[in-house]
């Protein structure tokens, strides 16, 4: 393996470098999902819990200690229990939407390494090939050995710039498709505390 990643020329310092952030995005993203949903549904039971014994204070308070998306979304709502479901349905979102980006943060990252190590891929096939057609100008037609370089860099390239790619591009969609779902439970989430609260 490290004599196929030499083979493969500088371009494949990138590509490397490519595929170790994007597993690192993964990784951190799967974490941050994980503990976004195990808090989820135990907060907003509690929450409901403190409301329906009319203990708001007591609420506010959680959500105030808690460090989480949901708990954030919800301290807005509580502060201003008693307004019209309209109102509290605004304010969730205006919180909800700076929630969202939090979510996806690095996701956008992740999909330009998708784009981008294809390209590094097959800007070391060009490269290859110059030094295929450089041995070819200098040496007339040569060797097997001499043109050999210059071609098994181009290919160990495109290989390597694929193999990153096709995960990172799988890998993109699935923590984007999380993340929907993630927003889609803490829109519920939310609206069911905001009809306990609600004018």
Known sequence: MTDYFVR????????????????????????AFIKVRRNLMPLRNSIQTFIQEDNVKAAVDLCAQEKTALARILLVVLKNQGNQR??????????GEREAISLQRYLGLLGTIANI???????????????????????????PATLGG???EALITTAAGLTVAVPMILLHRYLSSRSERLVLELEEATMQIVDLVEK
């Open 8 to 31: 493969g020329g500088p371009l494949m310092y990138p590509i490397l470098l490519c595929s170790v952030i994007g597993w690192a995005i993964f990784m951190e993203r799967i974490v």
């Open 117 to 143: 190590t294809p390209l590094l891929g097959l800007l070391g096939t060009v490269l290859g090939m110059i030094k295929a057609f450089n041995v070819i100008a200098t040496q007339g037609m040569g060797t």
């Open 150 to 152: 210059g071609i098994s």
């Open 86 to 95: 309209s109102y509290l349905k605004s304010l969730a979102e205006e919180v």
